[in-house]
T-cell receptor
Framework: GAVVSQHPSWVICKSGTSVKIECRSL??????MFWYRQFPKQSLMLMAT?????????EQGVEKDKFLINHASLTLSTLTVTSAHPEDSSFYIC???????????????FGPGTRLLVL | QKEVEQNSGPLSVPEGAIASLNCTYS??????FFWYRQYSGKSPELIMS????GDKEDGRFTAQLNKASQYVSLLIRDSQPSDSATYLC?????????????FGRGTSLIVHP
């Protein structure tokens, strides 16, 4: 089945530093990649959607200058949290949209997530 | 505002019982519907997808879709303690060539021995 990896799985950083999270598709070439953030006991909050070679589309309320998304290839997307602060501490999850072979339906597959703690 | 509503629970069922999870959505243009399971501290994993009205069965799981009433449900037969998790309902709509998902807040399921 489709496999999506994320790196790192855990990161602890000081306030003011930047953190880069990688999302990599191992089994397929993704048509669309999504970045989510999830606070404890909350639902997934979509941050942005990106397609390879184009600028990401950010959801309302998400600062595009703070959360930089680069979708360099069909198999790699990166999220950089710039000048991270304690309130950015969260669980960041990427997902990739895969257009199935049969029926043409798109399905999302999630990466394992990256837990960010900003001190 | 496109919304997906789920009862946050927790829904508690005994082992071996049927667990019924419900989800309603507001966007009539939604085309694809998914159920994900999320264990604490982990990312969601896809359980079922359903695209047309009716029932879809996969092992102990049955997804039901009713587009006229705008609801989708998930039945888990012979519930096991390992089914204890948060179940997320997701609804997708095609927009400009992309499929944009909206997630519900999730229903916490507890299966007790």
């Amino acid at each position: 089945g489709a496999v999506v990896s994320q790196h790192p799985s855990w990161v602890i950083c000081k306030s003011g530093t930047s953190v880069k999270i990688e999302c990599r598709s191992l089994d397929f070439q993704a048509t669309t990649m999504f970045w989510y953030r999830q606070f404890p006991k909350q639902s997934l909050m979509l941050m942005a959607t990106s397609n390879e070679g184009s600028k990401a589309t950010y959801e309302q309320g998400v600062e595009k200058d703070k959360f930089l998304i680069n979708h360099a290839s069909l198999t790699l997307s990166t999220l950089t949290v710039t000048s991270a602060h304690p309130e950015d501490s969260s669980f960041y999850i990427c997902s990739e949209s895969y257009l199935g072979l049969a029926g043409g339906q798109e399905t999302q597959y999630f990466g394992p997530g990256t837990r960010l703690l900003v001190l | 505002q496109k919304e997906v509503e789920q009862n946050s629970g927790p829904l508690s069922v005994p082992e071996g019982a049927i667990a019924s999870l419900n989800c309603t959505y507001s966007d009539r243009g939604s085309q694809s519907f998914f159920w994900y399971r999320q264990y604490s501290g982990k990312s969601p994993e896809l359980i079922m997808s359903i695209y047309s009205n009716g029932d879809k069965e996969d092992g102990r799981f049955t997804a039901q879709l009713n587009k006229a009433s705008q609801y989708v449900s998930l039945l888990i037969r012979d519930s096991q303690p390992s089914d204890s998790a948060t179940y997320l309902c997701a609804v997708e709509r095609e927009s400009g060539g992309s499929y944009i998902p909206t997630f519900g807040r999730g229903t916490s399921l507890i299966v007790h021995p």
